[in-house]
């Protein structure tokens, strides 16, 4: 009968649809992996970056030092990245780069000077640090310094100039490092944007972490630029501060050894 033989046509064609509906669904969904990599391409790099930091809840203030998110070959990466919204600054401060043979590849300039030398201490690791014994069971007041200090005020980018006395007092139980791994050290501290106030005691718990002194002093005496340079324009005005750990903080006898023998230097 016509009823019969229209009954299994229906049939066969209900089959076929659900089997090109099945095959469709399967098209339409993405694995994980490409969907994470839809995710960063196309992105800038600092973005890709925060997303790491922000991922692990770590901070990344100016003064941070970020470079466990950075991945190999990436530096140069944000040097482009930072030269090309540098050329928008500039082009913002309508400063024709393109006929002023003095601005040409300024941005890139600057940026390079950024990621790699002033602002250094944000986006490499930590100088490595070779540690001897107290074997001779060293207990006398060690004064390293001065040491030129470079950074740059975190307020307004404008630098920091000036110098650094550090103090330490040994026990049988300390770490001794060479002198020249204070000023390595001092430096990747120093090379970030900052306040003095902080970078100091930065400096001071690294170094209280690293050799364990029964005492530790540092001071700091710097010209921030951002007051000699600009606002009030005030170029005698310094900034001095300091930090006593331990016996320097327990002891006034050697905090004044200290200090009268940093003022003849």
């Not at 839809?38 to 992105?43: A, C, K, R, V, Y």
């Not at 890709?48 to 190999?72: L, M, T, W």
């Not at 990436?74 to 309508?94: F, I, N, P, Y």
């Not at 951002?226 to 327990?250: E, I, P």
Request: net charge positive; aromatic share 6%.
């Amino acid at each position: 009968m016509p009823t019969k033989k229209v009954t299994p046509k229906k049939t066969t064609a209900r089959k076929v649809a659900s089997k090109a509906t099945t095959k469709t669904t399967v098209k339409k969904v993405p694995s994980k992996k490409t969907s994470t990599a839809n995710d960063e391409s196309g992105l800038p790099l600092s973005v890709v970056i925060r997303r790491r930091i922000e991922a692990q809840k770590a901070r990344f203030h100016a003064n941070d030092n970020i470079a466990a998110f950075i991945k190999p070959g990436e530096l140069e990466g944000l040097v482009d990245e930072v030269a090309e919204k540098m050329q928008a600054v500039l082009e913002s401060l309508v400063i024709d780069t393109a006929s002023d043979h003095n601005t040409q590849g300024t941005s890139r300039r600057v940026a390079k000077m950024y990621v790699q030398e002033v602002f250094n201490g944000r986006y490499t690791t930590q100088p490595e640090l070779t540690k001897f014994p107290n074997v001779s069971r060293l207990n006398e007041l060690m004064i390293i310094g001065p040491i030129t200090v470079r950074s740059a005020c975190s307020h307004h980018f404008c630098p920091i100039m000036g110098r650094i006395w550090i103090g330490v007092l040994p026990s049988e139980a300390s770490a001794l490092i060479g002198l020249s791994k204070y000023s390595r050290l001092t430096e990747w501290v120093m090379c970030r944007p900052q306040i003095q106030e902080e970078a100091v005691v930065e400096l001071a718990d690294m170094l209280e972490k690293k050799i364990k002194p029964i005492g530790l002093a540092i001071v700091m005496d710097a010209d921030h630029f951002c007051m000699q340079w600009r606002g009030v324009k005030d170029r005698d005005s310094k900034m001095v501060n300091s930090v006593m750990r331990g016996a320097f903080l327990k002891d006034p006898n050697l905090r004044r050894e200290f200090l009268s023998l940093i003022e003849k230097r």
